[in-house]
């Protein structure tokens, strides 16, 4: 049974840091790892999207990778800011369409 | 305007009674699914569809009921609500990778 887990459970930065959320998955037979973003009482924003055959994606600040044989993918977010405050998600699809396993997030919290 | 979109946003229903949450995508997205998500379990599948009149379980589907007439809609329905079934559902759609979140609907069974 796969199982997603991310570290840390939360985190809190000043203003300006880089920093790197976790992200692991016990079978690394995946078809597709998802990062989405989660503020309070909102729903759930796409981030990046890495499929099997990538190593990684890049959306402005934010940047995505993926190790399939050690089963973990990276979020890296340069230059942080209070508005990237919010929860992060990762979720692994282990086919075409198939159900996503979520991670139970990382709280990030930027202070100004 | 394209989109996945819930209805109602937010619903207070009492125990015993039957809910309909209604989700409606606008990119004839194959796969379709009902998640909650509940503090201290994160997002769990309630289920899921692949096609039109194709559904199936996932990991907490006891106490409700999916239907896929259309390519577009995936109803949820809670066919007798109990308290524990108190909790913000989202849906969801994908072509085929990647996946897209509506805004949720956040039900209170008092």
């Known amino acids: 049974k796969q199982e997603v887990t991310q570290i840390p459970a939360a985190l809190s930065v000043p203003e300006g840091e880089n920093l790197v959320l976790n992200c692991s998955f016990t079978?690394?037979?995946?078809?597709?790892l998802q990062w989405f973003r989660q503020d309070p009482g909102k729903g759930l924003t796409s981030l990046l999207l890495?499929?099997?055959?990538?190593r990684e994606q890049t959306s402005g600040r934010l940047n995505a990778s993926l190790d399939k044989s050690s089963g973990r993918s990276t979020l890296y977010i340069a230059a942080s800011q209070p508005g990237d405050s919010a929860t992060y998600l990762c979720?692994?699809?282990?086919?075409?369409?198939?159900?996503?396993?979520f991670g139970q997030g990382t709280e990030l919290s930027v202070k100004p | 305007d394209a989109g996945i979109t819930q209805s109602p946003r937010y619903k207070i229903t009492e125990t015993g009674r039957q809910v309909t949450l209604m989700c409606h995508q606008t990119?004839?997205?194959?796969?379709m699914f009902w998640y909650r998500q509940d503090l201290g379990h994160g997002l769990r599948l309630i289920y899921y569809?692949?096609?039109?009149?194709?559904?199936d379980k996932g990991e907490v589907p006891d106490g409700y009921v999916v239907s896929r007439s259309k390519t577009e809609n995936f109803p949820l329905t809670l066919e007798s609500a109990t308290r524990s079934q108190t909790s913000v559902y989202f849906c969801a759609s994908s072509p085929n990778y990647g996946y897209t979140f509506g805004s949720g609907t956040r039900l209170t069974v008092v």
């Open positions: 890495i499929q099997s055959s990538q």
């Open positions: 569809s692949a096609a039109a009149d194709i559904t």
């Open positions: 079978d690394s037979a995946i078809y597709n």
């Open positions: 979720a692994v699809s282990d086919n075409q369409g198939g159900k996503l396993i």
């Open positions: 990119w004839s997205h194959s796969y």
